[in-house]
């Protein structure tokens, strides 16, 4: 798990309610927001969302492909729109590499077992000219190849390193 963020699946529709115990339900509710973010108010939710060492609901959906860390897809396959994207070193922004960074291109990784590139573009200032240059750069924007931990041949599954 990242040091910043963790994901949990919950299999029910109000995971926070549902998933617990019926008689642990009365100790939830009173030491919920030691864990947390407020929930009754709008303006102490806004401040607790930035509340470091809370629990937050950053997403809730049916989908996910993760490659690696800050490398992950959540979606709900059957909204056009809805979609969190996360790939470290590669541009989002401005329409950039949505021919990449969409549910197709990460699933595709994983059952095609391959690497996907993308493009980032910008611009800098010259050392020596002191002139500004833009600049094209294509990178592995998606990698099937993980170095922390051996996947196993269902794709899915990993198993520490034998090292």
């Known amino acids: ?3 910043d963020s963790g994901y949990i699946a919950f299999s029910c529709e109000n995971p926070f309610k549902d998933c617990i115990k019926p008689e642990l339900r009365d100790h939830f509710d009173e030491h919920k927001y030691e864990w947390f973010p407020r929930d009754y108010n ?6 607790d969302r930035r509340t470091p060492g809370l629990f937050k609901e950053e997403w809730r959906g049916d989908a996910m492909v993760s490659l690696s860390s800050k490398n992950y897809i959540c979606y709900l396959p059957d909204e056009e729109r809805k979609v969190k994207v996360s790939a470290k070193g590669i541009q989002q ?11 197709g291109g990460f699933e595709t990784v994983v ?5 996907l590139r ?3 573009k910008g611009f800098r200032l010259s050392k020596e000219t002191k002139a500004i240059i833009t600049y094209t750069q294509t990178k592995t924007a998606l990698n099937y190849y993980y170095d922390k931990r051996q996947v196993m041949s269902d794709g899915i599954s990993t198993t520490p390193l034998n090292v």
């Not at 709008?42 to 401040?47: N, T």
């Not at 922004?93 to 549910?103: E, K, Q, S, Y």
């Not at 059952?111 to 690497?115: A, E, G, K």
């Open 1 to 3: 798990m990242d040091t």
């Open 42 to 47: 709008a303006e102490v939710a806004k401040f």
């Open 93 to 103: 922004g401005r329409g950039r590499n949505v021919d990449v960074l969409n549910p």
């Open 111 to 115: 059952r095609n077992r391959i690497t």
């Open 118 to 120: 993308g493009t980032n």
